[in-house]
């Protein structure tokens, strides 16, 4: 299997600058468990996620995406302790730190091919962010903010028949008084024998000035490393680990991940 095909049928999330055939559809179902530590002497929180994200070809140039996600968001801080009555006598008795449920980071959107030559591979892809009762936008509380537009030129070149390179860059408009982002993505995928795949991604993210009156300006970099494995013909199982390496007004993140591809 060609990198091309490789990046074609088990891109990873996100970062698909090959359209799939007509019919052909992946699903990735990712479970991930989030640290977030916003440095301001206040306790971490801790995030934990069930994702979906699917494409599905519906003609050579032309693919839709979408995702969304269910989550959990409570603080990790000492179990607090309460006394209370019951039949007259005082109990103590242990209040864990208190949860927030919701389903977050809802997208739906389409990818366009520009341009496929040899190893080349041009799209543009625009996603729209549905508000949900989860984590709408990076880093904001659950609940608030979404309906961003996201709009990216990708390119991507496959590596001989064992490697890839993608990048994708944009602007992401977000609505309300919120600043404007400037997102780039980088990935670099690389096989390693008997179907085992490699890839090592970063996640860059601008705030940009659009007049919205915001003062806080922010910024993030992180990064991801994970190792792909066959399960069947159909399916792989990905394990992986992300990072903050700097960020300026944003929590630092550091995260693990499981997830399964399969393809239709």
């Known amino acids: 299997m060609s990198a091309a095909s490789v990046q074609t049928r088990w891109a990873p999330d996100a970062h698909g600058q090959w359209t799939r055939p007509p019919g ?6 990712t479970v991930s468990v989030h640290r977030l530590d916003s440095g301001s002497g206040r306790p971490d929180l801790i995030k934990e996620e069930l994702a979906v994200y699917a494409e599905h070809g ?5 693919t839709l995406i979408a995702r969304s996600a269910l989550q959990s968001l409570r603080e990790d801080g000492p179990v607090q302790r309460q006394v209370v009555v019951i039949d007259k006598k005082k109990i103590e008795i ?9 389903v977050g980071g809802i997208e739906l959107g389409a990818r366009v091919r520009l341009h496929r030559k040899g190893p080349w591979a041009v799209s543009a892809q625009g996603v729209f962010g549905v508000p949900g009762s989860g984590e709408n936008q990076i880093n ?9 537009t996201d709009l990216r030129l ?30 780039v993505d980088m990935t670099v995928g690389r096989a390693v024998g008997r179907g085992v795949h490699v890839f090592v991604q970063s996640f860059s ?5 659009d007049g919205a009156g915001v003062p806080r300006d922010y910024s993030g970099h992180r990064l991801q490393a994970s190792l792909v494995v066959p399960v069947s013909r159909r399916t792989r199982l990905q394990v992986g680990a992300l990072a903050t390496v700097r960020s300026r007004n944003m929590a630092r993140e550091q995260a693990a991940l499981v997830s399964l591809w399969r393809r239709f």
């Open 94 to 102: 242990e209040v864990p730190p208190e949860r927030e449920l919701g």
């Open 154 to 183: 990708q390119v991507g070149r496959s590596l001989g028949a064992h490697g890839f390179v993608a990048a994708s860059g944009g602007w992401r408009n977000r609505r309300g008084d919120e600043q404007d982002e400037i997102r």
């Open 58 to 62: 519906v003609t050579p140039a032309i």
């Open 24 to 29: 052909d559809r992946v699903s990735i179902a």
């Open 205 to 209: 993210v601008w705030s940009f000035d």
């Open 140 to 148: 904001a509380r659950f609940g608030e903010g979404g309906g961003d």
